[in-house]
């Protein structure tokens, strides 16, 4: 299959590498100019696996302004607020045929996408790999080949031909895919996942299994993760997972499968740049107010992490 990556950060480029690798061809696409520089400098990218075995990979890389090919599956890997930019600037190759995929963290994405491709073109999803970009020109796949897991499905709920395919070369790819029948539910369901782990590591600026050790974890996660299932039972969102599951696979990831990450929106933060936790936590709030519900805890750690961004950029 022929696709555009758009986005090369950490989670386009493990994407990418390991469906190329599968046989596909695979063009990245990426705005960041140092990152461009250092991998067209090097002839390629350094990938590491969980730090180690670092070597060099080479891949296709343009900017949205010198791409012009006709690629089967658009795949997106964007943070949220680079998004509406990118689909801006990479307007002139979009068309009827091809289609558009994505499993970026959060909520508001597919709003966007939807101004550019119908509905029956746009497979949704959440990944559960976790990846690390140290710096331009470098990707750390977190996790042994095979590691993690991610869940898709079609905006329309009904897999076609094009979705069956993309699933098979993700298997391939060994990204462990999933293909589920809710699509509002299963992204929902990764948005309150994350909307606890990434963004109470990120307050305290500690690692996952900090939290997950910590004898109060299950106190904090709860609270969260009642509120956005309260909201989500008023607006008719069925999640993928009970509550019960939700905590239990909290525990899982922080304690068991990945206790020294950090998550993505750490990884931000320390790099002084935008998190996503308006589309995370914020989403979960600003859902709430529709259906008045006031999310309280929601609300306040979204202005912590916004806290903890603000006193970083001032240090
Ligand atoms: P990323 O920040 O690594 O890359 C996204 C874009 O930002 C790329 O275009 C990249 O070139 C650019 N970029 C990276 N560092 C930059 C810097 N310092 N200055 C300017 N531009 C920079 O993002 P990601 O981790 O690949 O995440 C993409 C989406 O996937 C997000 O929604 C994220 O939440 C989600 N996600 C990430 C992970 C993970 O482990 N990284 C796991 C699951 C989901």
């Known amino acids: 299959m022929k696709f555009a990556m758009i986005g090369a950060g950490a989670m386009g480029l493990r994407y990418g590498i390991l469906l190329q690798e599968a046989g596909n061809d695979v063009t990245f696409i990426d705005t960041w100019q ?12 350094y990938v590491m696996r969980d730090h180690k075995d670092r070597h060099l990979t080479k891949i296709k890389l343009e900017t949205p302004e010198t791409y012009d090919d006709d690629p089967d599956m658009l795949i997106f890997f964007t943070k949220q607020m680079q998004l509406e930019d990118y689909l801006k600037r990479c307007e002139h190759f979009f068309n009827d045929r091809q289609y558009a995929f994505t499993c970026m963290n959060g909520m508001g994405h597919i709003e966007k996408l939807q101004k550019y491709f119908a509905d029956d073109k746009i497979i949704g999803g959440t990944a559960l790999i976790a990846t690390v970009l140290p710096g331009p020109g470098e990707v750390d796949f977190m996790g042994k080949r ?3 897991m991610m869940n898709m499905c079609p905006l329309n709920e009904k897999p076609d031909d094009m ?27 990764k ?40 909201i989500c039972a008023r607006a008719g969102i069925h999640l993928v997972s009970t509550r019960d599951e939700e905590m239990a696979a909290l525990d899982h990831n922080t304690r068991i499968d ?7 929106m750490y990884q931000d933060m320390i790099k002084d740049r935008p998190t996503e936790v308006d589309y995370i936590n914020g ?16 609300l306040f750690v979204t202005q912590a992490v916004h806290l903890a961004e603000y006193h970083r950029q001032n240090e």
Do not use: W
């Not at 069956?164 to 060994?174: H, M, S, V, W």
């Not at 990945?258 to 993505?264: E, I, K, V, W």
């Not at 989403?283 to 929601?298: D, P, Q, S, V, W």
């Open 34 to 45: 140092p990152h461009i520089d250092k991998i067209r400098e090097q002839g390629g990218v």
């Open 146 to 148: 095979g590691a993690g």
């Open 163 to 189: 979705c069956y395919q993309l699933f098979n070369e993700l298997k391939k790819a060994q990204m462990n895919p999933t293909l589920t029948n809710d699509f509002t539910g299963t992204l929902m369901t």
């Open 191 to 230: 948005v309150i996942f994350n909307s606890v782990i990434n963004t109470i590591c990120t307050m305290f600026e500690i690692p996952m299994g900090e939290f997950g050790n910590f004898k109060g974890a299950y106190q904090m996660g709860r609270q969260l993760i009642d509120e956005a299932y309260d």
């Open 258 to 264: 990945m206790p020294l990450h950090y998550p993505s």
């Open 283 to 298: 989403y979960i709030a600003n859902l709430g107010r529709k259906y008045h519900y006031e999310a309280a805890t929601h």
